[in-house]
């Protein structure tokens, strides 16, 4: 009866350190592995974003999905280099105009930042977590910050405003990120079952009875 009473307090101290050894840490082969596949599916998915181009200024890109994801289950740091690897990669492999480093920048900024509000935002809620995480993203990079380089890149500071040119090229931004967050919200029970991301739901109390002696 001593044997198995040890070995019933010592299971969630073992649960606890399979748990802790599951995390991703900077510097590791896991890490180096994760983010080369981050990255790798964030190209891909700009690459099919190029054949779900609706109209010259409407292209539903996911490679949001891909960020949101990284930047969530690597960290900031570790989300900021997939960002930054996979748009200048991208750049190269997928021409689509001249890099900006004011773009380069914000894309990885999205991890970093993404990173951070996933990380300390205080809510047990992935749903919430990711919501936010994409709001923030969305108005500070996709729409401030790169929207002002390819303002400034092209040229169209010559002819309008920022914010008349953000109304007529990039007004459908704010969907696309919507429809990424969306598809997000929808892989979070594949993350957690794949591990990628903690099951971080409260355990069901257990009733504690006392010892009957025999």
């Given at each position: 009866?001593?044997?198995?009473?040890q070995?019933e307090?010592?299971?969630?101290?073992?649960?606890?350190?399979?748990?802790?050894?599951?995390?991703?840490?900077?510097?590791?082969?896991?890490w180096?592995?994760?983010t080369?596949?981050?990255a790798a599916?964030?190209?891909i998915?700009k690459?099919?974003g190029q054949?779900?181009?609706?109209?010259?200024?409407?292209?539903?890109?996911?490679?949001?999905v891909?960020?949101?994801?990284?930047?969530?289950?690597?960290?900031?740091?570790?989300?900021?280099?997939?960002?930054?690897?996979?748009?200048?990669?991208?750049?190269?492999?997928?021409?689509?105009?001249p890099?900006?480093?004011?773009?380069?920048?914000?894309?990885?900024l999205?991890?970093?930042?993404?990173?951070?509000?996933f990380k300390?935002?205080?809510?047990?809620?992935?749903?919430v977590?990711?919501?936010?995480?994409?709001?923030?993203?969305?108005?500070l990079?996709?729409?401030?910050?790169?929207?002002?380089?390819?303002?400034?890149?092209?040229?169209w500071?010559?002819?309008?405003?920022?914010?008349?040119?953000?109304?007529?090229k990039?007004?459908?931004?704010?969907?696309?990120?919507?429809i990424?967050?969306?598809?997000?919200?929808?892989?979070i029970p594949?993350?957690?079952?794949?591990?990628?991301?903690?099951?971080?739901?409260?355990?069901?109390?257990?009733?504690?009875?006392?010892?009957?002696?025999?």
């Open positions: 009866m001593s044997n198995i009473a070995q307090i010592a299971t969630p101290d073992d649960k606890s350190a399979k748990v802790r050894s599951q995390k991703i840490k900077f510097g590791t082969t896991k180096l592995t994760y080369a596949v981050f599916l964030a190209i998915m690459f099919i054949f779900l181009t609706l109209t010259p200024d409407f292209k539903i890109t996911l490679i949001y891909v960020w949101l994801i990284a930047a969530a289950v690597l960290g900031p740091i570790s989300g900021g280099a997939v960002c930054f690897v996979s748009d200048v990669l991208g750049s190269f492999i997928i021409p689509m105009g890099i900006s480093p004011l773009n380069v920048l914000g894309n990885t999205y991890g970093v930042v993404g990173g951070l509000v300390y935002l205080p809510t047990r809620s992935y749903v977590k990711f919501i936010v995480e994409g709001v923030v993203c969305t108005v990079f996709t729409c401030l910050i790169n929207s002002l380089s390819l303002w400034y890149v092209y040229k500071y010559q002819g309008m405003s920022f914010w008349k040119y953000f109304a007529l990039r007004a459908f931004q704010p969907l696309v990120a919507g990424n967050v969306i598809i997000t919200l929808t892989l594949l993350l957690i079952r794949t591990k990628l991301l903690p099951d971080n739901k409260k355990p069901p109390k257990e009733n504690k009875k006392c010892p009957t002696s025999l």
